[in-house]
Structure formats: C-alpha cells, structure tokens
C-alpha cells in the first residue's frame, strides 16, 4: 500500500510538471480554457443513484436516462436551436409516402460494444420486446402508435401476442413500421431513448444485462459500483456523428443536488447538470464564465380542476377569470428575483425551440397588468368563494414562486389566494390522479419530442392520462383531430398551432415560465452543452489535462 | 444469567412482530402510489402500472401483502425495491457497514475526547479546566447539527482545504472522520459533562478516602477505584447513544453524502418504498434492543453488586 501511495505522488507529480510546460510551451487554439484538450481524458459528471436497471426502456429518471443517452444511439436525432431538423444517426433514411407505414433503412457496418451488428432484427425484437405489458417496462406507451400494439399492451389482461403487425423485417437493414393512424412527426419520436436497439444477448437474461448494458452508443459500460459512480468509455468503434471527444465519463452519485454542487465548486466533480435553488442567487459568481444558463424546453403553470364548481368548462366568463388572475401575475419579477433568472416568463403553453413554437401567443394575457386583471374579473362576475388554492409539493424548491404568485394575485385582484403546500411530490401526484384538488395545482411538462403536439394533446385532450385538470373542450379537441388527420408535417403542426390559439380563449392552464438549464462545471472541462431536456451532451465535452 | 439472556432474547420476537406489523401499516396509510410516482410529472400509462403493481404483489389486500412478507422473512427474502428493483437485503447489506464505520468512529471519538475531558473538569472542578469544558460542550449541546455540518464543511475543507467536503469513498477513513466529528460533537458533550459531575461527586466519596489512606499509587486510585465507580450513568447514555448513531444519522449522512442507513431510510420513506422502511425500522429496533442487553450486562461488571438472576 505504501508503495502503491508513493506511486501515486509521483505520477501525480509528473502530471502536474506535464500540465506546466504545457501550458508554457503551447499558446494556440484554446480560447477559454488553460492547458491542451486531451482527446483521452476523462470527466467527472455529478449524478444521483439510477431508479432502476439500465434497460432502455424502462429508464424514466434523469439518472438512468442520463446513462442511457451515452450507451445507446437512436435511429434519429434533431437540432436543439429550435429548427428542429432530422439528423440521422444510426438509420441511413426513415421515409414515409403516408405517413403510415414508415421504411427504416439503417447504415451498415454498425456494431454494439460486444461486437455484434446492428441489424433490423436489434430494433424490431427490442421494441417487441418494450411493449409488452408482461416485461414491465415504464416506457412501453412509447409503442402505442404501431399497429398491434393493444395485442402486446392490451388495457387489460394478458397480451394476446408476442410481436406487434406493424413492424416487418425487410433484409438485415431495412425494416417497416406500419402505424395504427398517420403520425406526420412520428420519425421525431424515435429520437427518444425508449427506440434502442438491444443485442441478443440481452434476451438471455435482461435482468443481468440491466446491471451491465451494451449498447450501440458512443460510450460502452465499463462498471457500476452501486450508490458510487458509473464508469462509461468511449467506444473506439463508433459510427456515428457523435462521437465522443473524450476518453470516458464517471457519473459520481451525489446524494443531493446541493452535494453535487458542493463537489464541482471544490473540483472534487467536473459537471453539475442543475444548481440547487440554494445556491441560485450566487453560482455565476462562483463560477464567473463557468456558469452555463441554457434554454430547455418545459413549461411550468398553474392549472385549473374543472371538477371544482369554481371552473366552469365552456363558459366564457369562466375563463375570463383566468385570463384576468394571469394577467395579475408579475412574471418578469418573479422570474428575477425570486427565481433568480432560472426561468423565463412565458409567453404560450408550447415549450420553446420546438416546431410549432409561437412567442407570444398568449399575447396581453401573459403580460403584467394590473389594472386590467382587477377590471376583468370584476367584468366577469369575480371569482366564486372569491379564493383560490395553488397545490404544490413542499419538496420540489417551489414555495417561494408560488407564494409570491400568490401575493401577486391577492395584491391586484382582491383574489384570496392560498398556496396549498403537499409534503412531497407523491402526495401531490395522489391528490392530483384522485381528483381532490381544491381548486388549481402547479403542474409541468418537459418536451418528449420537439413538435408542439408533445405539449397540447397528453395535457388537454378530453379524457388523456396526464390531464388531470380534467379539462375538456369540443373545438380544441377538433383542432387536433385536424391536426392529427394532416396529410403532412407542416398540416399537423399549423393544426395545432389553432388549437393553442384556441386554447388561450379557453385557459386550460396558466402558463407561468419557461425552464431552463442552469449548471457549472470545473476549470478541466469545456464545451460544456445540453440538450432541451437538461441532459449534458456528454460527447461534446472537451477535458484539459 | 443465562436464564436472563434468554429470557431477553425471547422477549425480543413479540416487538419484531409488532414493530413490523405497525410500520407495514403507517407506510399503507401514506398517501401516495410508489409505482404511479416512478411517473412523475409526464404521460402515465394505467395499464402498464397495474402490471408492474400485480408483479410485484402491491395488488393485494394489505393483510395479504403482510403475511407474505412474514412468510418471506425466514427465506431471507426482505422484499424487493419498488423503484430499483433491487433486493431490500442488499440494500440494507450495502448500507449498513458504512453507518457502522461511521457509528463505530463517532462513537470512539466520543468514548475517548467526551470520557478523557470529563475526567480532566471532574478532577478540577470549579476551576479554569472545568470552565473551558463546560463552555465548549456548551457550544455543542446548543449549536444543531446541520449548522455544526455546515461550519466543519467550509472551515476545513473550503477554506483550509484539509479534508473532502464529502464522502466518495466510505472505507476511507480519513474522508469519514469529518462526519463522524460532526455527529460525535452533541454526544461527546454529554458524556463530558456525565463523566464530570460523576467524578466530582465520587472524588469525595469514603471508598476513596480509604484507597488514598491505604497508600495506593494515585493511577490505580484514579483508574480503578474513581474511573470505574464513575462509569455507570456514562454507560446507560453510551448504550442508548450507539443505538441512535447506527440508527442512522440522516442529516449528517446528507450533508456529508454518506450513503448509510440514514440516507437509505429517507430515501425509502420519500419513495414509500413500503418493505425497505420496515426492514430498516426493524433493523434499527433490534440493534436497539441488543443494545440496551449488552448495557444492562455490563452494569454487573462494573458494580459486582449488581446480579441477575
């Protein structure tokens, strides 16, 4: 042990003289970082313990997912600046004449880490696989667009099949996927993690192989120490566009958001992906330009229950309210001051930098004014019982923004507004899914996929799972029956972008903030960049040694 | 004696039955749905949960749910993790090691400093010594311990850069002895300041008049004869304290991003992870319980006027 120490010292030392006449002896290219960028060197990412198993499939946590987008590659992916274009990654081509039935062609010559192929068989078997109820895995809903899907997923019971209709192995290298209705931006989708392909190793035990995945992706697995870090590398042999500009990544569990910090700040870490709401009003100065604020694409509101007598479905009036207690809402300050330029204040209920994205379509009713918030409640006959609750979960860092919306609400309008505050998050979802919310709740959504019907159908189509403001609306559900029966992108989109005007006239919710990544890193890494749903693009860093 | 132990230990399987049965039945009546959670925020999809609820047997009526995991219990089978998907066994085999190295140096720490500055104000008492003692242990029952955390945290690590603020690897036992100051720091003052006045009171006592008359080497007065006659009440406290240090210290395993016990049973009981809870709540009950029979024992040891029967 001792010599293994002393070992340690010197290597240590030497690395320390290499950096030292690197950074003497070489001046170009390097802008904002010291030193040279070594192609082999690893970082350090903070991350919390995986809830569960690393199957594709069933990874619903920032932890696992974070994982999950080193090891596997997707057929697609998209521009992140809000163009929202197809890049292809593993798939040569994903066509579609209908809309219908879509050809997937893959690129040849790809391999998984165990050096078997990538071959049609690899994408139609896991995704067979995924759906079935029996398997249990949390993402199978993703499959509910091909045909058959109900035999592997019935509602209830036990599946009826094994493999889905829709999808047929053409040859090795091109398979087809016939859907159940047209979905225009269905090749957006297969952008999600839930779309990997597995080995068929996997199939042996897909237990054991949770605890060991091999991927098709930039990074392959090295090692999990439970409850320590996961050790990922980069995969020599790697195809695609993304190829990792550094050696490997260790994701270092970190109990807690504020630890995660603490550990990037005193170097010990190289990333933090999210800064704890605790040290929000101070990370950019203690990290100057190593503080990265970055747009996302999730939307935080607060949403009406229309099974309280206080909102009323259909009723103009009723929504006036609505549009009269968000108008008394200060936004801006909000966002500023309580927040700490976190957020930025809505505009619509679509997330930005997706397709369909309209800036502004809220129009006065996201602006401040109080004035007209008092008179247009006023004009609509004042809220009933004149109170109102904001369910929320005390855990989740948001009781200072809802009380100060709150305040907002009570200043302006004369409104009683009482932030109703839920122990934790399970509790609120319960109170939520059970319907006993007493009047309104904070609710969220961050993007699946970047077309603006990823925002509008889950959350206000009469009678879907995740509406659980139960609200309910003839004509918007018509604009996306439209939207849905397009013949093209374009259609479908335009389609929705109605309904969203439609859902302003309606206010199914109070659309309240954009999010957005706030994170750091340490002085050995740049290229710091994410994604629209906060996970770092762990290829793209740059490790100086 | 023998007849008392296992009496004892006896006396232990009623309360593990009822500790199980009470906690199985305070998770049931928390609100929440651990299986609809692992959800979050975005779609849900009903079917699919149900599916995952029947697998893992949170379908059935809770009398059912808590006979089989009664019945589970002799194979060793502690149920398994809602979310992880893990065994709870392991869970707890990963946890418990590294509180019981935490707990194990905590309590050291507060054996040796807490007994040896008691011993020092007992031996001075009312004079300069006794007043520092007291002021510092003061310090320490006052001040709680996520600021005490906090303070060690910036001092020692932030500023003076001696030691991690945080624990990566928990057989390091450089990098645990920051926390296990921390969690030592309120019991260290009480043992102090038992020690204290039981020395104080005990210095004046015949039996010591007499060893010192007798002529005896003022080390074996001290050690043996005050020390030991000393010890009783700082024994009752140390055996109640270690049962609380194993039982996990979830703040300063938080701060100190420990993964032991503590952290585990927060974890759990935010997830409603129903048979992790009452395996680590039962866990910490028994190691109470053993506890308390070890102190009781070594009560005869150290006064032979004590016996059980």
Not at chain 1, 2 to 8: E, L
Not at chain 2, 71 to 79: A, E, S, T, V
Not at chain 2, 148 to 154: D, F, T
Request: net charge neutral.
């Amino acid at each position: 042990m001792r010599g293994a120490k002393s070992a340690k010292w010197v290597a240590s030392a030497i690395v320390v003289a290499l950096a030292a006449t690197a950074c003497g002896g070489n001046d170009s290219g390097n802008d904002n970082g010291k030193g040279e960028v070594d192609p082999n060197g690893v970082f350090r990412l903070t991350n919390s313990e995986p809830q569960g198993n690393l199957q594709p499939a069933n990874s619903r946590d920032t932890a696992s997912g974070q994982v999950i987008k080193g090891l596997f590659s997707q057929l697609v992916d998209y521009t992140k600046d809000g163009s929202a274009e197809i890049v292809y990654v593993n798939a040569e081509s994903v066509e579609t004449e209908d809309n219908k039935t879509w050809t997937v062609k893959l690129k040849k010559g790809w391999k998984f880490h165990d050096g078997e192929e990538v071959t049609s068989k690899s994408y139609v078997d896991a995704w067979n696989w995924a759906a079935n109820t029996e398997n249990n895995q949390k993402n199978s809903y993703w499959f509910a667009d091909i045909k058959g899907y109900k035999d592997v997923h019935p509602d209830k019971g036990k599946p009826k099949a094994k493999e889905m209709s829709g999808l047929k192995i053409v040859d090795d290298h091109t398979f087809t996927i016939e859907l159940n209705e047209p979905v225009t931006y269905f090749n957006y989708k297969l952008a999600y993690s839930a779309w990997s392909p597995l080995p068929s190793k996997f199939y042996d035990d897909p237990e054991a192989y949770g605890d060991k995945p091999v991927g098709n992706g930039p990074y392959k697995f090295v090692s999990w120490e439970r409850k320590k870090k996961i050790t990922l590398e980069r995969f020599d042999d790697y195809k695609g566009p993304d190829k990792a500009e550094n050696g490997g990544v260790e994701l270092v569990v970190y109990n807690t958001l504020e630890n995660q910090y603490q550990a990037v700040y005193s170097e010990k870490a190289d990333v933090v992906t999210m800064v704890p709401p605790r040290d929000l009003p101070k990370y950019r100065q203690d990290f100057g330009d190593r503080a990265i604020d970055a747009p996302m694409s999730g939307v935080q509101q607060i949403v009406p229950v229309f099974y309280n007598k206080q909102w009323k479905l259909g009723d103009k009036k009723n929504a006036e309210l609505r549009k009269g207690l968000s108008m008394a809402i200060d936004r801006k300050t909000i966002t500023d001051k309580v927040l700490h330029g976190s957020r930025v204040p809505a505009t619509g209920f679509v997330g930005p930098n997706v397709l369909g994205f309209q800036e502004g379509v809220l129009g006065e009713v996201a602006e401040y004014n109080p004035e007209k918030a008092k008179k247009t409640i006023e004009d609509a006959g004042g809220v009933p019982g004149n109170k109102i609750h904001i369910q929320y979960n005390a855990d989740g860092g948001h009781k200072e923004w809802v009380e100060a919306v709150c305040n907002n609400i009570r200043q302006n309008t004369g409104v009683e507004c009482i932030p109703d505050a839920k122990v934790d998050f399970q509790t609120d979802l319960n109170t939520r899914d059970a319907d006993k919310v007493k009047s309104m709740y904070r609710g969220a959504w961050v993007l699946d996929y970047p077309v603006n019907v990823n925002f509008m159908r889950e959350l206000y189509e009469t009678g879907a799972d995740s509406n659980t403001g139960r609200f309910s609306s003839k004509k918007v559900d018509e604009l996306f029956k439209k939207g849905d029966s397009a013949k093209d992108l374009d259609g479908t989109v335009k389609a929705y972008q109605e309904a969203e005007k439609q859902l302003v006239e309606e206010m199914p919710a109070i659309p309240l903030w954009y999010y957005a990544t706030n994170a750091a890193h340490s002085k050995k890494v740049k290229n710091v960049e994410f994604d629209l749903a906060n996970f770092l693009l762990m290829h793209k860093v740059k490790v100086m040694n | 004696m023998g007849r008392y132990v296992a009496r004892r230990l006896l006396q232990m399987i009623p309360v593990f039955i009822g500790v199980t049965l009470l906690v199985f039945l305070m998770m049931y009546a928390l609100p929440g749905d651990p299986v609809r959670a692992l959800y979050g925020d975005q779609a849900i999809d009903q079917a699919q949960i149900a599916a995952i609820k029947a697998d893992l047997g949170l379908d059935l009526p809770l009398w059912q749910q808590y006979l089989n995991y009664l019945f589970g219990l002799p194979r060793g089978d502690f149920g398994t993790q809602i979310a992880t998907g893990l065994p709870v066994g392991e869970v707890i085999a990963r946890a418990l090691p590294i509180t019981a190295r935490l707990a194990l140096l905590a309590f050291l720490i507060t054996v040796v400093i807490g007994v040896a500055m008691g011993m020092i104000a007992g031996l001075k008492a009312g004079r300069w010594p006794d007043t520092i003692v007291l002021f510092v242990t003061l310090l320490f029952i006052s001040v709680p311990v996520f600021v005490l955390g906090y303070i060690y945290q910036y001092v020692f690590s932030n500023t003076l850069g001696w030691t991690s603020p945080l624990v990566n690897d928990s057989e390091d036992l450089g990098e645990l002895l920051m926390p296990a100051f921390v969690l030592a720091s309120l019991s260290l003052a009480y043992v102090a300041r038992l020690t204290r006045s039981s020395i104080a009171e005990n210095r004046r006592a015949d039996y010591m008049r007499t060893a010192i008359a007798k002529g005896l080497p003022q080390r074996r007065v001290l050690s043996v004869h005050l020390l030991r006659n000393s010890m009783i009440p700082v024994v009752t406290f140390l055996g109640v304290d270690i049962g609380t240090l194993m039982a996990g210290a979830v703040v300063t395993e938080g701060i100190f991003n420990i993964n032991g016990i503590g952290s585990e049973l927060f974890t759990a009981l935010f997830r409603r992870e129903g048979s992790t809870v009452v395996g680590l709540v039962t866990l910490i009950v028994i190691i109470y319980l053993a506890v308390s029979l070890l102190v009781d024992l070594l009560y005869a040891v150290l006064d032979p006027r004590i016996r059980y029967a």
